[in-house]
C-alpha cells in the first residue's frame, strides 16, 4: 500500500455532451406530406412514420409486427402494439389519434389487397408492395430514405425517431398530432 494518491494529480477528463438535434414539426409534416396518396404504399408509408412518431420503436420491434383478424393473435389492437422487445420482452405500446387513423387506413388497404390476390390476411403487418411479404427493418429504413428524398429533406436515421418520441413524451406532448 501506498500513503499518496498517484492520480490526485490528473485533471479528470470533461466530456462535453452534444444535445441530439430537434426533428421539427414542420420537417415531419413534410415527410408525411410526401407519402399523400391511397395506394398501398403510401397508406403503409404514412402509418409506419406515423407510429415511428408517436411511440418510437426500434426497426425491429416495429417491422416484427404481425396482424391477425383475431384480435387474440393480433399484435394491433385497438390503439395499442404488442410488441416484441429486446431479450424477448412483450410490452403494451399506446399509440394516439393521427397514427391510430393511418394505421386503419392501411390495415384496410392491405386486406383488400391481400384478399385480391387471394393471400392469407393474418400474418406480417407490413407488407412490401412487390412481393407481399414482410418487410424487413432495413426496407423500413430505405423506405425512409425514399421518402426523405421526396420531400427535400435530409436523410433522417430511423433511431431519431426514438428521440423524438422520448422528448415529446418529456414535454406532455407525446399524442399531439404533428
Sequence with gaps: M???DPVSKIDPVHVEEKPIPVLRRVTRKRLVVACKGTDLASLRDTA???VLIDIGLRLGELAGL????D???SDVDYYVLEVLGKG???WAAPFGNTAGL???RYVRKRNHVLRAARLPV???LWISVKRNGRLTGSGIAIMLDRRCAQAGIAHINPHRFRHIFTREWRLGTATRPI
Design 66 to 69: 404481425d396482424y391477425a383478424e
Design 122 to 124: 393474418d400474418g406480417p
Design 2 to 4: 501506498i500513503d499518496w
Design 71 to 73: 384480435e387474440q393473435n
Design 88 to 90: 424477448g420482452r412483450r
Design 102 to 104: 393511418a394505421l386503419e
Design 48 to 50: 409506419i412514420i406515423m
